[in-house]
């Protein structure tokens, strides 16, 4: 293997998923899964392919109730490929003896390649080469070159290509039994049968798809129309060692598409449009080319390779054609269908790596979520608040997706979830809308969409706040934390939790980051918003009041979860282990076993931990020193142990997250926690679930982690902070950053030096800041700083 590709030898079915996850092929508007061409949906195989935002949602009976589920949806799969000797079965690696079979992801190219040699007995082989690319330069075409070999023999191959509207979402075992066929009225047609196309539509968003594909190969090609699928048969003459190639090229347009009259003539006009394959693959690779030079990062070794795959991922699901769209971050990526394609908090981890390289895309994605801010504010009114109430997930309209029941595969119980009350989303967004403004220096979307969005939200938490006069605090009480196994207090009956830390501490800071940015904005604009949103004298001192009062639970000297964390049971965690092996969704094993994790001193994953994620030591202790709490190193340190000692890493952002607070605080078991989080989905490490998509935050907060944890870099007060805490792990590594229009800042991190330089434009110098110096940097230059100096 080299560091620009990813190889699988071997036909195993077992990891066929698994491969079909991390294989994905994909350009922020459509993704395609890795799975074999001439696979179907079966309990090895799942191609799916999906358009960036596009949902339906269908309600189902489960467990005696009517529930309701918007799904990111299995568009028509455009890969089916089949093949066989006449009179005999299609060729498919469970059925027909496979001789060798590899697969390979060549991530500088964007392209997947795969060899297979089918043994067809009496010395006899088919050899089958096939690539394929989902286009990076437009972001409409797919294509596929397969290129046959007879071995041994010569004779005839049928070939049949097609495109399937038959497709339901059936990608995870979990939601089958909820209704997953999202789509209706499929129609296939074509004039000539060098080029078919099949339309159809949402059931219920009443998205319309439409999708051609064109077939180039040197045989007569005939045509079927047999609804829901477009076939496309030939009968190729193979010579013994000789190749024959066929090339599929498809189009792909949905009706949210713009610029098009309608998605069917759109597709069948740009497959017809569209170049053969060797122009196809040379746009594709100088788009990938540019990718790789805005998202430069050269880290050594293995860790260097797996975080290549991670940016790969990342581009592909969050590409430069994403800041075309109305699409918000999706948890899975475009990759599977676990969690529905449904847009969480994970944002969080993914714009800040994002602003530093594409920030026209983090934009786009916070436009996404301005877009949703009357329907967030409708949803704190109807929960008697005011302000917005961001969706814990959020899908077409940014209405609450959150499932109201969720199915526990242990137990086989459906139960009811409380997650929706993960109220703290909304702080992320405004987090989001600060950094991403200070990075790329975007003052314009601080003043309008920005200080909309961080008003409203700063809104709903003073609101949310209420005085508590024994306490002499503001307290914030029914919400659920980052960790989500707590949902409730043991015996409530009611869900929800108060005092939440986390939520706590971050509402604090929207509220000071709002009254901040109303001091500084012109007066006009102050003004308008003011008028729009009524926001009076009154208001603001509550802010500021609220945000100085709101209250923090200690116990045992260190930072409490949330009130009353400390007095839950302390869970015997060697007797789970022993007996359980993997206790990640330890969840799940204490219900199975008619007990609940509510009980416990358990955790998911970082809770109170993450304000060392979000926030710098100096950050953290003023925004503490501001509620009039003191911080100090000894306290987040015993902060740090306690909860490392309760956390059963159930998500895979809690490795990158306990990696990064651990390195911070120059912790020997940083590097640990960071190989989780990079070994996260290649290794599976949930046991199954990136099968079922990647976890893009986890993804992109590696990337972060090297971009911003272990350099120390904050872009705040229009200077870039650098304070470097380098593993010895990972203490050498280059990068570039685009930062406040300057393209391709390249930073050099070795143990002891820190190396940047400024490429030469006309731009303003940039105001370097170190803990122990400031240096302003002009474009050209180049600085070597030797840290600890
Ligand atoms: C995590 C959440 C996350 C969600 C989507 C869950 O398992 O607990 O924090 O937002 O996955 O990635």
């Known amino acids: 293997m080299t560091g620009w590709s990813w190889e699988y030898e071997g036909y195993r079915p077992a990891d066929e998923r698994l491969r079909e996850s991390l294989c994905t ?66 060729l498919h690696p469970d059925t027909t003896p496979v001789l060798d079979h590899d697969l390979r992801l060549i991530l500088c190219s964007g392209l997947l390649e795969r060899r297979t040699r ?88 009443d998205i319309r798809v439409g999708t051609a594909a064109r077939l180039t190969v040197d045989a007569p090609v005939e045509a079927r129309h047999e609804n829901p699928r477009a076939v496309q048969r030939v009968r190729l003459e193979l010579t013994d060692g000789r190749v024959a190639t066929v090339d599929k090229t498809i189009a792909l347009h949905t009706s949210r598409d713009p610029a098009i009259s309608d998605p069917l003539h759109a597709a069948v006009a740009r497959v017809g449009r569209a170049p053969g394959w060797d122009d196809l693959l040379e746009s594709h690779l100088t788009a990938w080319d540019q990718l790789w030079r805005r998202a430069d990062l050269d880290v050594p070794g293995e860790s260097g390779r797996i975080l290549r795959l991670h940016l790969f991922h990342v581009l592909q699901t969050l590409s430069p054609h994403t800041a075309d769209l109305d699409v918000g971050v999706p948890a899975r990526g475009l990759h599977g269908e676990a969690y529905r394609g449904h847009v969480f908090w994970d944002e969080l981890f993914v714009l800040p790596y994002l602003n530093l390289h594409f ?56 139960l009811p979830d409380h997650s929706h009350l993960q109220h703290h989303v909304g702080s992320a967004i405004a987090y989001n809308v600060w950094q991403y403004c200070q990075a790329a220096g975007d003052a314009e979307f601080l003043h309008t969409k920005g200080a909309e969005m961080l008003l409203q939200i700063a809104r709903f938490w003073a609101d949310a706040a209420d ?64 008028e729009r949103t009524g926001l009076d004298d009154g208001e603001r001192e509550r802010w500021e009041e609220v945000s100085r009062t ?114 911070r605080a120059r912790r020997a078991e940083a590097w640990k926690y960071c190989q989780e989080a990079l070994q996260g989905d290649i290794a599976d490490i949930q046991g199954g679930t990136t099968a079922e998509g990647i976890h893009l935050g986890a993804m992109a907060g590696t990337l972060d982690l090297v971009q911003r944890g272990l350099p120390g870099l904050e872009t705040r007060d ?72």
Not at 382 to 388: E, H, I, T
Not at 497 to 519: F, H, I, K, P
Not at 594 to 617: E, I, W
């Open 359 to 414: 920030p026209e895309v983090s934009r786009a994605l916070l436009r996404y979520r301005h877009r949703r801010l009357e329907q967030a504010c409708s949803a704190a009114r109807a929960a008697g608040r005011r302000g917005a109430m961001y969706p814990w997930q959020s899908g077409s309209d940014g209405r609450e997706e959150t499932q109201q029941l969720h199915l526990n595969p242990r137990s086989g119980r459906w």
């Open 718 to 789: 229009d200077a870039l902070w650098l304070d470097p805490v380098p593993l010895p792990e990972l203490s050498s590594y280059d990068f570039s950053l685009r930062y406040q229009g300057h393209w391709g800042v390249r930073l050099h991190l070795e143990s002891s030096l820190l190396e940047i330089a400024v490429p030469d434009s006309d731009a303003s110098p940039i105001d370097v800041r170190l803990p122990d110096r400031a240096v302003c940097l002009a474009p050209g230059e180049t600085a070597r700083l030797f840290l600890g100096e």
């Open 25 to 90: 092929l994909g350009n922020g508007y459509f993704a395609t899964r890795g799975a074999l061409p001439e696979c179907a949906a079966d309990e090895l195989h799942y191609p799916g392919t999906y358009v960036a935002g596009c949902y339906n949602r269908l309600t189902s009976e489960v467990a005696g109730r009517s529930v309701e589920n918007e799904d990111m949806v299995n568009v028509p799969n455009w890969l089916p490929l089949r093949f066989r000797r006449p009179g005999g079965e299609w």
């Open 467 to 530: 005085w508590d006069p024994g306490l002499g605090r503001h307290r914030i009480k029914g919400v659920v934390g980052p960790d989500e196994y707590h949902e409730a207090y043991p015996d409530a009956t009611t869900p929800g939790l108060d005092d939440n830390a986390y939520t706590n501490v971050t509402a604090a800071w929207v509220l000071a980051r709002a009254l901040e940015l109303l001091d500084v904005l012109p007066e006009p604009r102050r003004r308008e918003l003011v």
């Open 118 to 205: 089918y043994d067809l007995g009496e010395g006899r082989a088919l050899l089958v080469h096939q690539q394929r690319l989902v286009h990076m330069a437009d972001p409409h075409l797919a294509a596929m070159r397969t290129e046959f070999t007879a071995e041994g023999w010569s004779g005839t191959l049928e070939v049949e290509s097609a495109l399937d509207g038959g497709v339901s979402n059936a990608g995870v075992a979990r939601y089958r039994d909820l209704d997953g066929r999202h789509l209706t009225h499929a129609h296939s047609g074509g004039d000539d049968p060098g080029t078919v196309w099949l339309r159809c539509r949402t059931r219920t968003s």
């Open 550 to 663: 709101l209250h923090v639970p200690f116990h045992d000297g260190v930072i409490s979860q949330f009130e009353g964390y400390g007095d839950l049971a302390e869970l015997d965690w060697d007797t789970y282990r022993n007996r359980y092996g993997d206790i990640r969704r330890l969840d799940r094993i204490l219900e199975a076993e008619g007990d609940t994790v509510n009980r416990y001193q358990a955790s998911k994953q970082a809770d109170v931990l993450m304000l060392g994620y979000l926030f710098s030591p100096a950050e953290l202790g003023d925004l503490f020193g501001r509620l009039g709490l003191r911080l100090d190193d000894a306290t987040w340190q015993r902060t740090v142990d306690y909860y490392l000692h309760r956390t059963s890493h159930g998500s895979t952002l809690s490795g990158l997250v306990h990696g990064w607070v651990l390195a």
